[in-house]
């Protein structure tokens, strides 16, 4: 068999959100048994038909870099996470909708990955706002997920999803709620089935069709991030 054109998406959250059931359930259709913290980065391949059923249909390799550690890590971990963040096409960042503080995380791991700055930390700062629109140049597509759905009680879940919404339009990026251990979440057809195809779609042409990267910016004319009142319980005042 030829080989595939294959592309890189970073798969990015807290440590126990559940990037690694995430990754396993998109590459194997099934749910890990066991899953164990992250060390370093541990690298998944999914096949992927772009433009399915169109007559531009072509299959690519689409490689899930499951990057451990946390945001609150020191500098030298942060500098040698690093070397991951090296020629991404895409990134999935990944939130567990019952821990409020891992939804705003995702801001400090979008900066980290996305930030040419060459401090330690990779994040550029000033007077304790995080700047969007310096990431313009870099913009790459974004794809939300949020895990551990089937713990919030039917009665709230409304609730925490006016809650994150936040996010999707923060990042300009499409949303996917779930639960890792049910595959039927991403079962073929359903309306998340299609958001994470027309996502791998978009990774392929920034990847390959895209030569003018003002043509998919996902940071320009946004707001700033504020952090001067998030405090260590993930809530803001």
């Known amino acids: 068999m030829a ?26 259709n099934q749910v890990l048994g066991n899953p164990s913290w ?12 772009y433009r399915e059923g169109t007559p531009e249909e072509k299959t690519y390799y689409i490689e899930l870099w499951d ?5 609150g890590s020191a500098s030298s971990v942060k500098s040698t996470r ?11 960042l990944v939130h567990d909708l ?26 550029i700062v000033s007077n304790g706002d995080y700047d ?18 089937d713990q919030i009680p039917e ?28 595959p039927r979440y991403l079962a073929a057809g359903s309306s998340n089935a299609v958001k994470l ?8 042409e920034k990847r390959y069709f895209t030569r003018d990267p003002s043509q998919m910016q996902n940071f320009t004319d946004r707001r700033r991030f504020n952090f001067k009142s998030f405090h260590n319980d993930g809530v803001y005042t």
């Open 98 to 123: 019952t821990n409020k503080k891992s939804s705003l995380n995702l801001y400090r791991w979008s900066l980290e990955a996305l930030s040419k700055d060459s401090s330690p930390t990779g994040i």
């Open 38 to 49: 992250t060390v370093g980065c541990s690298v998944d391949v999914r096949v992927h038909d």
């Open 132 to 149: 969007r629109e310096q990431f313009a140049e870099n913009s790459v597509p974004l794809l939300l997920i949020g895990t551990k759905f």
């Open 197 to 204: 195809s027309r996502f791998f779609d978009k990774v392929i």
């Open 155 to 182: 009665n709230k879940r409304n609730d925490v999803l006016t809650r994150t919404a936040f996010l999707s339009e923060d990042f300009n990026a499409e949303e996917i709620n779930l639960d890792c251990t049910n």
């Open 82 to 92: 690093a070397v991951f963040y090296n020629s991404v096409n895409g990134i999935i």
């Open 67 to 71: 990057v451990g550690g946390s945001v």
């Open 3 to 28: 080989s595939l054109d294959r592309v890189k998406v970073l798969v990015l959250g807290d440590s126990g959100v559940g990037k690694s059931s995430l990754v396993h359930l998109l590459c194997q």
